[in-house]
């Protein structure tokens, strides 16, 4: 009788079976649990059923979780629920292994009959992980020069051909005849600069009789400046650049295109792999001074980042400690992906299911970035100035902590009479009723320091006999800053007399008390005068910013008249926000009132209290040490201010202008935990920075206290490694897919159990060492793979090989490739005429863009595609990641919120209607026509040169009649809409 199943959830069930992947075949004997069974569990299992990490509340280390929750029933395997799991039920696929190929019939059978057997398990036998240190996958193993195989045939030229042709023998298959040289033209020009040949290129090279002709041909192609943007278009497709941040806001990156242009120019340089990839992880340290030191780092940032989560959420909030790890994540994985091909993301909740990656390899990783974030930067080209600002910056922030230290200082000495002060006069100018015109008064200009002078003056247009002077404060809600609003910390109040300016209220020594709504007089004046002028040392502080605000200037005669009521104004500048704030304010006799008087003599009173308690704290010294602070910060701001500003880029950053609740850490790295199933609220233990040990020399482990240059230049340095087995295998497999389209190893980011093995393993350790051993020169491994008589063969289909490999794997004959979306968008341009080959620069909107206060909106159907401004490459197209561009999205463009290694490639019918009925193709369309009218006489000759440039031969007899009929019936721009929808045009072959 068949056993109940054990009360475990779905989910659990799911999890547990996930483990069970069987691997020696089944034979009628007796199972041994040590060499049969438990590779299986120790391999499959203990990464998520430990006893540490009892997912689905089941370890599989012992039988004791086994035998008491029922999974087994030792002697029925039918009656197992384990068994049910990996087999499935009802024409049902096996719900285990979760995310994995089902088990082998030979494996499930073993399994069974283990169970049979009485499913014995030796007492006190504990499982542990065996993929942890495993390290016998072939992408682990060291890379070695492979013998080149000895063949003698006149097509295998090259080493590549010698490879491709012996693996072809081995599978009884024949290489394809060389393709015509229209299609070769076309392949490599395609290949190499992203643009189709222009038909004088292709009928010179056609009836170019030197043997030498295509190796020169490649030479011409990889000196052209469009070979970086060609190439550069892929490196972004794998590091996910785009031009927004995504998620739910999505804000604009205005500064992420000078990496993308780094990007291009390093292509374009052959620069050297090793440099390439030590630039974007570590620049800053390992190449200092160096533009592209900094620029390189924007590799780092490129990724999506949550705006919400950063700067709107603190970092000891949950919601903002989830997305500073996903951040980190995204580092990790994308310099993993990137470089190694490893997919180093799998081991974030637990330890890798299939590869030798733990938990507390992917948090050394982590711990790597941990104190950098994503910002715009300043690069100069004279290093010499960034060291200047890196030097101030850093004083500026020792002074701003001074600066506090001093304030909590006073705090302290005041006690709690001092603090009980502050608190009752701010609620009784809280309570004061105020009563105030709509003219609030006169307003300065806004300054970003508050040792800034500012003055205002009053013309009485006349000398006149005065008695005293009133300055009448302003009130303004704005900040609830509320009474005294705007009134100078410091200032000095001088009148002119017979040409020279005297000082009658000198308060510039010290800071002057908020005087709420209070006159401050200056009594005893008793002269003539003609000019008031109020000069502020000292700015109030509204709100990070700073100001001078005056309600009102009275100038009293001995019989009260106030004979600057009217008076003309003048200033060193103003706001100027009638009728709120003018110049004229000041003596247009409105100003803020406060009644009850009562209150108003009480709040004297506690203001009067405070000013003695805190002239008892402020000695002479400290008030001299704080002047002394606030000198060394003016005067460090102001040499921060004449540095040149330098320019900006989006890229990894310790040191960056603080947003909100984002702020740099300095430099200082973050304390990064070993996260229980990735749960930011289960931290364990303090990860240890380090890398993952794929052989002895890589067993390094940093210290923890070193600062972010030193971890990050380890990092650098260990990718590059002459011996590091990953590294140099990735980066030639990916050059060889987009050439053949498909990697030798068709997984281009997982190099790991869970990826494809290589078609032709020793081809890509000899492609691997001779690029590293080279120069590490790219367009050397380019000239190498498109010299090649693999490279150069047809296209046309073998009945007899396809038979054995209908897959093309083995190379017998050229894959037909469809162009990509910006080629096929590049090549309208090109053929129109229109295209605009002005490289580098901000990149160009393909959509209107319409800002709001939460986020803005990209509307592609409010664009102009006629606008000359677009009509640019396409790799220089403004790229949102919330909303993407349709027509380029429909053409199958890279998803740049993630990595792309390789595009999707489909023939669907809204690409036919988005070629054919876009307002983009419509308005080309005419364009090409308006070419073809220009530069050709009659319709025949017209229609006959379109077909040139749009595909680079010459029309049949058929085709010319055909499509000259058309032309005719439906006019010319029709036509060359026709000519934009064939698949000659978007397929290279």
């Not at 599978?171 to 290949?191: A, H, M, N, Q, W």
């Not at 919601?319 to 190694?340: H, P, Q, Y």
């Not at 009594?523 to 000292?538: E, G």
């Not at 308005?923 to 040169?945: C, K, M, N, Y």
Request: hydrophobic share 35%; net charge negative; aromatic share 8%.
């Amino acid at each position: 009788m068949k056993r109940t199943r054990p009360s475990q959830s779905p989910h659990a069930r799911r999890l547990l079976a996930f483990s069970l992947a069987v691997f020696s075949a089944c034979e009628a004997r007796a199972v041994d649990f040590v060499t049969d069974i438990a590779p299986i569990f120790a391999q499959h299992c203990i990464g998520c059923h430990s006893p540490g990490n009892r997912e689905g509340d089941i370890s599989l280390a012992t039988i004791a979780d086994l035998a008491a929750n029922e999974y087994v029933t030792a002697g029925d395997a039918a009656g197992s629920y384990l068994i049910e799991l990996v087999t499935g039920t009802d024409g049902e696929p096996p719900a285990m292994p979760k995310d994995a190929k089902p088990l082998a019939e030979s494996e499930v059978a073993l399994l069974k009959q283990w169970v049979d057997q009485g499913a014995k398990w030796p007492q006190g036998l504990t499982l542990q992980e065996s993929n942890v240190d495993n390290f016998d996958w072939w992408s682990y193993q060291p890379l070695i020069r492979p013998p080149v195989p000895q063949i003698s045939h006149f097509w295998a030229k090259s080493t590549i051909d010698k490879f491709i042709l012996s693996e072809l023998n081995q599978k009884g298959l024949t290489p394809s005849e060389p393709t015509d040289r229209r299609t070769l033209i076309r392949r490599v020009t395609y290949d190499l600069i992203g643009l189709p040949p222009t038909p004088e290129q292709v009928d010179r090279f056609v009836h170019d009789k030197d043997p030498q002709a295509f190796e020169k041909l490649v030479d011409r192609l990889l000196q052209s400046k469009h070979y970086g943007e060609r190439w550069g278009r892929h490196w972004l497709d794998i590091v996910k650049y785009a031009d927004t941040h995504g998620y739910d806001k999505d804000k604009l990156r205005s500064n992420a295109w000078p990496y993308r242009d780094y990007v291009i120019r390093s292509f374009n340089d052959d620069k050297p792999y090793s440099q390439f990839v030590q630039e974007q992880i570590a620049g800053d340290v390992l190449f200092p001074g160096q533009p592209d030191g900094i620029l390189g780092l924007g590799f780092i940032a490129a990724g999506p980042w949550d705006h919400i989560g950063h700067v709107e959420v603190p970092e000891t909030k949950l919601d903002g400690k989830v997305a500073r790890n996903l951040d980190r994540d995204d580092m990790v994985s994308n310099t993993l992906n990137t470089f190694c091909s490893v997919t180093i993301q799998c081991a974030r909740c637990h330890n890798h299911k299939f590869d030798p990656i733990t938990q507390e390899h992917y948090y050394g990783l982590q711990s790597l970035f941990a104190a950098i974030d994503r910002a715009d930067r300043t690069y100069d080209l004279d290093p010499e100035i960034d060291q200047q600002r890196i030097e101030l910056d850093t004083r500026l922030a020792e002074l701003r902590k001074q600066e506090k230290e001093s304030a909590e200082e006073i705090t302290e000495l005041g006690g709690p009479r001092l603090a009980e002060l502050k608190k009752q006069i701010a609620e009784s100018l809280a309570k004061i009723k105020v009563v105030k015109e709509p003219q609030f008064g006169y307003h300065t200009g806004i300054a970003k320091q508050q040792d800034v002078e500012k003055w205002v003056e009053v013309d009485l247009g006349k000398g006149l006999e005065v008695s005293k002077i009133v300055l009448r404060p302003c009130h303004d809600d704005f900040g609830s800053i509320g009474a005294g609003f705007g009134f100078p910390v410091r200032f000095r109040v001088e009148v002119l007399l017979d040409g020279d300016w005297k000082t009658v209220l000198d308060q510039t020594e010290s800071d002057f008390p908020n005087p709420g709504l209070s006159a401050v007089k200056i009594a005893d004046v008793d002269q003539t005068i003609r000019n008031v002028r109020i000069t502020a040392t000292r700015l109030a502080d509204r709100k990070g910013v700073f100001i001078m605000a005056l309600a009102e200037l009275q100038v009293l005669q001995a019989d009260g008249t106030n004979v600057a009521l009217g008076a003309k104004v003048a200033s060193g500048d103003s706001i100027e926000a009638p009728v709120r704030w003018a110049r004229q304010n000041l003596t247009d006799g409105f100003w803020a009132q406060g009644g009850d008087p009562q209150r108003q003599q009480q709040l004297a009173a506690e203001i009067n209290e405070r000013d003695e308690i805190m002239a008892s704290i402020l000695t002479p010294e400290r008030s001299q040490r704080d002047d002394q602070i606030r000198k060394e910060i003016k005067d460090t701001q102001d040499r921060l201010s004449k540095l040149p500003k330098g320019k900006m880029v989006y890229a990894a950053a310790t040191n960056f202008q603080a947003q909100g609740n984002f702020k740099p850490t300095k430099g200082k790295p973050r304390v990064i935990h070993v996260l229980h199933r990735g749960n930011i609220q289960q931290p364990g233990d303090p990860s240890i920075p380090g890398v993952v040990p794929l052989h002895e020399s890589d067993k390094f482990q940093l210290d923890a206290g070193l600062k972010d240059d030193q971890r990050r230049a380890a990092l650098a340095r260990w990718l590059t490694g002459r011996d590091h087995p990953l590294v140099w295998r990735s980066i030639v497999n990916r050059i060889w897919q987009y050439h053949f389209g498909r990697g030798i190893v068709e997984t281009p980011n997982d190099f790991g159990r869970m990826g494809a093995k290589p078609t032709h393993p020793e081809l890509l350790d000899w492609l691997a060492v001779e690029f590293r051993d080279s120069g590490e020169s790219m367009k050397s491994l380019h000239r190498l793979i498109v010299t090649s008589n693999v490279y150069q063969q047809s296209s046309q289909h073998i009945t007899a090989n396809a038979e054995i490999d209908a897959g093309n794997q083995y190379l017998w004959r050229a894959n037909r490739r469809r162009l990509e979306a910006e080629e096929i968008r590049d090549s309208i341009l090109a053929v129109s005429g229109a295209l605009d080959l002005k490289m580098g620069g901000p990149g160009f909107y393909l959509f209107a863009l319409e800002k709001t206060t939460h986020s803005p909106h990209y509307e592609y159907h409010k664009f102009d595609p006629n606008d000359p401004a677009s009509h640019r490459r396409s790799i220089y197209r403004f790229i949102v990641r919330s909303q993407p561009d349709p027509w380029m999205t429909t053409l199958d463009c890279a998803d740049s919120s993630q990595s792309t290694p390789r595009r999707n490639e489909t023939l669907t019918s809204l690409q036919a209607l988005s070629l054919l009925n876009s307002t983009f193709n419509l308005e080309l369309a005419r364009l090409f026509a308006s070419r073809i009218e220009q530069e050709a006489g009659d319709l025949e000759t017209q229609v006959q040169h379109a077909v040139q440039l749009a595909l680079q031969r010459p029309a049949s007899e058929t085709e010319q009649a055909e499509l000259v009929d058309y032309a005719r019936s439906h006019g010319l721009p029709n036509l060359c809409r026709v000519l934009f929808n064939l698949s000659e045009f978007v397929f290279s072959d």
